[in-house]
């Protein structure tokens, strides 16, 4: 074998390498909300699944930026500040989240942003050739709001609702059903302080710093653009697995 055939398989197998670990990284998308749950101090920053301008123009790249880079960041360096040398420090992100109401604010509001945001991004895909939600997704939410319209309305009523800042949930829960419900501050659906207690399977960040770029204070317009960028392909797999 020569050195020219030699240099070219080489090449060939580290162009295949490379593709291979692209097509991995895509399809770890739906566990990086599981990864983040089993991670336990210090805390990380996950990989955005997607590129800045990849929600325009229902979200501006420059308001995905700031709040991955900055809002997020802030949730998971405050969070590892919080549970430093405390009793939480060997526990995991799932854990921290389960039993946020017995821990300090500090800890809850910052280990519910980390969850929350990762959460978020991991249903948000580009609004080019997105499918929408399958037939089967629609027969299931009409079987639980009466239509598909009309879990929209219930959704964007939980979003708009007159509160300071939070976010709306599409939750499962523990009987199977399905109910929307909107949560304060960084809480979830997952926490045992909830009021709804369930899986989350669809949310969306209505604090202003998730819309007001674009929007000033038309949260309104923001959650009905919300529906262009969701990965309904997720949100359908995280309803039917445990
Ligand atoms: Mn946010």
């Not at 629609?138 to 300071?164: H, M, P, R």
């Amino acid at each position: 074998m020569n050195w020219k055939k030699t240099a070219y398989g080489f090449a060939v197998a580290l162009v295949l390498t490379l593709i291979t670990a692209m097509q991995m990284q895509d399809s770890q998308k739906p566990d990086m909300v599981e990864l983040a749950g089993k991670e336990q101090f210090p805390f990380s920053l996950p990989k955005l699944p997607f590129a800045y301008d990849a929600l325009e123009p229902s979200i501006d790249a420059k308001t995905v930026d700031i709040h991955y880079n900055r809002h997020h960041k802030a949730y998971v360096d405050a969070l590892n500040k919080a549970v430093k040398g405390s009793t939480s420090q060997n526990k995991d992100l799932d854990t921290l989240i389960r039993t946020a109401g017995k821990l300090p604010a500090s800890i809850r509001n910052n280990a519910g942003g980390h969850w929350n945001h990762t959460f978020y991004w991991s249903i948000l895909r580009s609004a080019e050739n997105n499918p929408g939600p399958s037939a089967k997704l629609i027969a299931e939410l009409t079987k639980n709001f009466g239509s598909f319209d009309e879990f929209k309305k219930q959704f964007k009523e939980a979003g708009v609702t007159d509160f300071g800042s939070g976010w709306a949930w599409l939750v499962r829960l523990p009987d199977g059903s399905l109910q929307v419900y909107a949560s304060h501050n960084q809480d979830n659906p997952l926490m045992d302080i909830s009021k709804v207690r369930g899986k989350p399977i669809l949310a969306c960040d209505v604090w202003e710093h998730a819309y007001y770029l674009k929007y000033l204070n038309r949260r309104d317009e923001y959650m009905d653009n919300f529906w262009n960028i969701i990965d309904w392909e997720r949100v359908e797999a995280l309803l039917n697995t445990n």
